[in-house]
């Protein structure tokens, strides 16, 4: 069954504290992204990777982390730096240059 | 660098109307667009894609878009709307093989409402 797997669906942490987002695929992708998503705010990029071991900043990247160790993953971390983390985190794929990318179910993290 | 404006932020519509949703981009080339529809608390699914070629491209759901170079536009319709469209609808933009610059960018959506 292809796709992107996000997990978990809901994420609780606490303030100050690190958290990791997983998002792992099986459609052979090169380019992966991160997304942030507010209300009423569309999706705002974190950041990308279009080949394993590489990858670049989006537009809002402060306060966040990744890797990409393997072609199926790309892991995303929230740090205790990012200000406002309590969001609708995207995680997308892409398998032509400029292409569509195809979306993740998403998972919620709140920060209290 | 490419852009992407929906300048409809909420729209209403009773089920079995008419629906268009506007969308313009800014582009220097011939740009790849597309629409796609996002659900409360899902990802986002695509609709449709146009790449080249015919103008008018057909999608899933019964939804089109049509591509118009002289307006920047690719305005998404559907002839009859059931409520189950009621959804968060995203248009982007992307520049195609152009190396450095694989990103879509993506407007900031449109809700759409239907009242029965």
């Known amino acids: 069954d292809g796709g992107i797997t996000q997990s978990p669906k809901y994420l609780f942490r606490k303030e100050g504290q690190n958290v990791t987002l997983s998002c792992e695929q099986n459609l052979n992708h090169d380019a992966m992204y991160w997304y942030r998503q507010d209300p009423g705010q569309g999706l705002r990029l974190i950041y990308y990777s279009q080949i394993v071991n590489d990858f670049q900043k989006g537009d809002i990247a402060e306060g966040y982390s990744v890797s990409r160790e393997k072609k199926e993953s790309f892991p995303l971390t929230v740090t205790s730096a990012q200000k406002n983390p309590t969001a609708f985190y995207l995680c997308?794929?892409?398998?032509?240059?400029?292409?569509?990318?195809?979306f993740g179910p998403g998972t919620r993290l709140t920060v209290t | 660098a490419q852009s992407v404006t929906q300048p409809d932020i909420h729209i209403t519509v009773s089920e079995g109307a008419s629906l268009e949703l506007r969308c313009n981009y800014s582009y220097g080339a011939t740009p790849y667009l597309f629409w796609y529809v996002q659900s409360p608390g899902q990802g986002l699914q695509l609709l449709l894609k146009y790449f080249s070629g015919d103008t008018l491209v057909q999608g899933i759901k019964g939804f089109e878009a049509e591509f118009k170079r002289s307006q920047s536009s690719f305005n998404l319709r559907k002839p009859s709307v059931h409520w189950s469209d009621a959804a968060e609808y995203f248009c982007?933009?992307?520049?195609?093989?152009?190396?450095?610059?694989?990103?879509?960018?993506f407007g900031t959506g449109t809700r759409l409402t239907i009242i029965p």
């Open positions: 982007a933009v992307g520049a195609g093989f152009d190396f450095g610059n694989e990103k879509l960018t």
């Open positions: 997308a794929t892409q398998g032509l240059a400029g292409g569509e990318q195809y």
